[in-house]
């Protein structure tokens, strides 16, 4: 299947799959993680810890939705500083093999001028990601051998300063801005 073919097949999947997922159980704890951010440096976890954070799941070749998911998570950056709102954001890359701190660095400057409170992670292998999501997040990721594309969940998921999942978003919903700043805001008392 040539790739012209393949990514209206893969927009079909992630909107089939986003639109069947099942309600996520919150307060499942993530577990403790340490990779590398798009300056090179160590971060996981205990960087995290005591701070309410979103993540998401994304690669910077992505021909589809990483493009407005990004772009929608700087816009949340921009509306949670309105706020006064202290909120972490992290980005995992799908496409580790990829994505290095160094194309993440580019990646990160073409959506945001702050990066202090927003992570780009790498670091680990395709296989890493790929269990981290599904245990974690309960989302999938996946590499067809004939695409260099990778299908990914595209909600964004909120936890809070214990470290557990609180909800997740659809950034396609119209009220999710809404839903999430009222979220954020009763977890960041």
């Known amino acids: 299947m040539n790739a012209t073919r393949f990514v209206p097949i893969m ?3 992630i909107v089939l799959l986003s639109a069947c997922s099942s309600p996520k159980t919150p307060g499942r704890e993530i577990s403790s993680f340490t990779f590398v951010d798009q300056q090179g440096e160590s971060f996981g976890f205990n960087q995290l810890k005591d701070t309410v954070w979103i993540a998401d799941f994304i690669f910077t070749s992505c021909e589809t939705v990483c493009p407005p998911m990004t772009s929608e998570m700087a816009t949340l950056q921009k509306e949670f500083k309105k706020h006064n709102l202290d909120v972490q954001f992290v980005s995992f890359t799908v ?3 990829v994505d ?3 194309i993440l660095k580019a990646y990160a400057s073409q959506y945001t001028d ?3 409170n927003w992570h780009f992670l790498t670091g680990y292998s395709a296989q890493q990601i790929t269990t981290f999501a599904r245990e ?3 989302t999938i990721i996946q590499k067809p051998e004939t695409s260099d594309q990778v299908i990914h969940g595209t909600n964004f998921y909120l936890i809070a300063k214990d ?3 609180v909800s997740e978003f659809n950034y396609v919903d119209e009220d999710y801005v809404h ?3 009222k979220t954020v805001k009763d977890y960041t008392k």
């Open 11 to 13: 927009i079909v999947v």
């Open 95 to 97: 496409d580790p093999e």
């Open 100 to 102: 290095t701190p160094e």
């Open 114 to 116: 702050d990066e202090s």
């Open 136 to 138: 974690n997040f309960q």
């Open 163 to 165: 470290g557990k999942l």
């Open 179 to 181: 839903d999430l700043l």
